[in-house]
Each structure stands twice: as structure tokens, then as C-alpha cells.
């Protein structure tokens, strides 16, 4: 085997960043594109260091007219290497990203917990995180949005999804794919400039790195790991307030039911703006069936420094934010 600095690097990543442990089963997601490609090939080479089970799951959201021949392919690469494959092909096609994305993770998780996988593997890179940066940056994210790619979040109670190649550029994947010769398929969706992703990745990129900074998506991303640990600390300190906002006081009244959701402003008060907003949203989060809106965020933080008695106008869903007193309540 020939041992690259990619493999080097990557060896490096899942070790110091506790990614996988050893003798774990991992299920690749494999599209066939130089990312995916890159990302099997790096583990199956490092799996007798690992002594991992790796399987390939290829999934055909029926939105190209090869997209059954693409299949095929990745069930062909998975037999040369001898890999358990798994296909599963969508009842109909799916035109939206977003609905794709969703049934790419349920289908794969299902996957992975029919089969005792632990872990999901996807072949996200420096360059998917940059653009992830910019796409959520345009639309008007906060922080959160921002550092959107993490290197691993919980699919289920059970299974992990992790992203081993978040420092890897996708010129890195190509360059690495040639070396090797690996058989890319070539999705031609990736070239449709109807996507907002793929315009940012064909326009948008290439013209900041001509202008503005060769190593723009290395910066970006870093940008992103960055904000990712910031969120996870402000997070969770707004949670440890947000829970002392809602215990004070909460003894003598738990005779009354049903009791409606209420904050003490007088705690949330002595919090920085910053986490006064995050301590909003996360009791948002519970009453609203979609995400809360920065509009939606911004009159209910208003109401720790209102005059008393005062309330919001309705939030989707028919909820209203009313002020007595020390106590916001939530009906």
C-alpha cells in the first residue's frame, strides 16, 4: 500500500479527534463522486490499522437518467473490494436539496441500524464546509448556521454520522483520486446552476479565490471549526440559564396545572444579549413546528426589559408571550 500524506493527515484526524475507536463497523456512503471515492479509499487502506467492518451504502434519489447506472457502479467498486453494499432507491424522484438530504439520512440510518453499524461516514470536505459558510451566510444565519458541517453529530440514539475529511479541500480529493486512479462517476446535477449550492461552488468560490484570497475555502472553514466549539459553549450556557429561569419560583406554584411555560426576567436580565437570544430560541424550539425566525427571537427577547403587562402578537401556531410581573409566560 502506498502511504500518502492524505493518509497521514486522516490517520492523525480520527485519532486526535476520537472520530472512530477500534473494531467498529462503519457504514461509507458512496456516490461515486472523487469525495466519496476518496474518503473509502483512505479507510479501506487504513482499516488494517483499525481493524474496522466497513460497509458502502449508495443512495439513488432517481433524479438523473444514470442514476441506475451510477448505482451500479458503486455496487461494482464495493464487490472489487469486497465490501458489503447496501442500495436504497427512492419510490419517486426527489427534486428539492433539502428533501434529499432528509431521506439520504432517514434511508441511511435505517441502513446502519438494520445492519449493526455504528457509525455513518460521508465524504464532506474543507470546500463543502465553505460553501455550507457562504450558502447559510447569504440566507441570514446566525452562528449556528455558520458552523452547520460538524465533524460528527448523533443520527439516532445509536448511530453516529461522522465527517473525517472536514480539513481535506476538494482539489485535495481530485488530486488524490487521480494518484490512485480511482473510477469517478461523474454526477452531472453537480454542473446545474439552478442549485444555489452549485453556483456558490462555480462562481461564487472560484471568483474569491482569484480575488480575495487563493486559500479561501481553507479560511472559511477554519472560520467555521472555529465558531463550532463557540456555539457549543454558548449553548449550553444559555441552557444552564435558561433552566435557572424557569426554576425559580417553580416550587410553590406546581399545585397549579396545567401550568404554562414561564421565564423569570429577572434572572435572564443579568445575561449578555447574546444569550438572552439563544435562551429564546431554545424555548422557541419547543412551542414552534419550524425554526424560530430572528423576528420571532427578537419579540420575545424584548419582552425581559418591557413595561409590565405587555405581550406579543401571536407566534405560528396561535402561542402569545405575555409579561407579569418578574415572570414571561409562554400560553
Request: hydrophobic share 40%; net charge negative.
Amino acid at each position: 500500500m502506498v502511504w500518502t500524506p492524505l493518509h497521514a493527515k486522516i490517520h492523525r484526524t480520527i485519532r486526535s479527534r476520537h472520530l472512530f475507536e477500534r473494531n467498529q463497523r462503519l457504514l461509507i456512503a458512496v456516490s461515486g463522486g472523487q469525495d466519496s471515492l476518496c474518503l473509502i479509499k483512505l479507510l479501506l487502506d487504513l482499516q488494517s490499522k483499525w481493524e474496522w467492518d466497513l460497509g458502502i451504502a449508495h443512495c439513488d434519489h432517481r433524479w438523473r437518467s444514470d442514476s441506475e447506472a451510477n448505482a451500479h457502479h458503486v455496487e461494482n467498486l464495493a464487490k472489487t473490494w469486497d465490501i458489503s453494499f447496501y442500495l436504497e432507491t427512492a419510490n419517486e424522484p426527489i427534486n428539492s436539496e433539502a428533501a434529499a438530504r432528509d431521506w439520504r439520512y432517514q434511508a441511511l440510518s435505517a441502513i446502519a441500524q438494520t445492519n449493526n453499524y455504528q457509525y455513518i461516514v460521508t465524504g464532506h470536505t474543507a470546500s463543502d464546509r465553505a460553501e455550507t459558510l457562504l450558502y447559510n451566510l447569504i440566507r441570514g444565519t446566525g452562528a449556528d448556521g455558520l458552523q452547520a458541517l460538524t465533524w460528527q453529530r448523533p443520527l439516532t440514539t445509536s448511530i453516529m454520522l461522522v465527517r473525517p475529511l472536514l480539513e481535506i479541500t476538494r482539489s485535495q480529493t481530485e488530486q488524490f483520486c487521480q494518484e490512485f486512479k480511482l473510477p469517478i462517476w461523474e454526477d452531472s446535477t453537480n454542473q446545474d446552476l439552478q442549485y444555489a449550492r452549485n453556483r456558490i461552488r462555480q462562481e461564487l468560490i472560484p471568483y474569491l479565490r482569484e480575488n480575495f484570497n487563493p486559500q479561501v475555502e481553507s479560511a472559511l472553514a477554519q472560520t467555521a471549526e472555529l465558531l463550532q466549539a463557540e456555539v457549543e459553549y454558548l449553548e449550553k450556557a444559555a441552557q444552564q440559564f435558561r433552566e435557572k429561569a424557569m426554576d425559580i419560583g417553580h416550587e410553590e406554584d406546581s399545585l397549579i396545572a396545567p401550568f404554562p411555560l414561564r421565564l423569570n426576567r429577572r434572572v435572564l436580565q443579568k445575561a449578555p444579549l447574546a444569550l438572552q437570544r439563544r435562551v429564546m430560541r431554545q424555548v422557541l424550539q419547543q412551542i414552534l413546528t419550524d425554526a424560530p425566525s430572528f423576528e420571532h427571537i427578537e419579540k420575545l427577547t424584548a419582552l425581559i426589559i418591557a413595561p409590565n403587562r405587555s405581550q406579543t402578537d401571536p407566534f405560528p401556531g396561535g402561542a402569545i408571550a405575555q409579561l407579569e410581573g418578574d415572570w414571561i409566560y409562554l400560553k
